[in-house]
């Protein structure tokens, strides 16, 4: 079984990232190219899946302790055939070892989303 080496947790608003949507300013600085297209493609429900995505991402960070010295795009959010998300590690998010697992949920304007950064 593997040992918990960090926990995290965050919330975002919806209606934070409807408006980063809306404004039309890139999202490189905190999403991957397959994530942008993920959030680009759902539609209605982009500013929600935006949401949950940051949240995942900043929970993450808590996770390994390292605050925004680890860029946000190190950490991608997919997500399983069946919707669940995963986090696949790159860089400097990496080179830290373990796995992360996260959790992220959604009600009204607010996106939630744990992580556990496992050894």
Do not use: N
């Not at 209606?15 to 404004?23: K, P, Q, T, W």
């Amino acid at each position: 079984m593997s040992d918990v080496k960090g926990m995290g947790i965050d919330l975002c608003g919806v209606s934070r990232m409807a408006e980063l949507l809306d404004s039309g300013r890139p999202l490189r600085r905190m999403f991957t190219e397959a994530e942008e297209a993920y959030i680009r493609g759902r539609g209605a429900a982009a500013a929600q899946s935006a949401a949950g995505l940051y949240a995942a991402k900043e929970a993450a960070l808590k996770a390994l302790g390292t605050g925004l010295s680890i860029p946000l795009t190190d950490i991608e959010i997919t997500h399983t055939e069946l919707g669940q998300p995963r986090a696949a590690l790159h860089g400097k998010a990496a080179a830290m070892g373990g796995r992360l697992e996260v959790s992220i949920t959604h009600e009204g304007d607010m996106a939630a989303a744990v992580a556990l950064w496992m050894a």
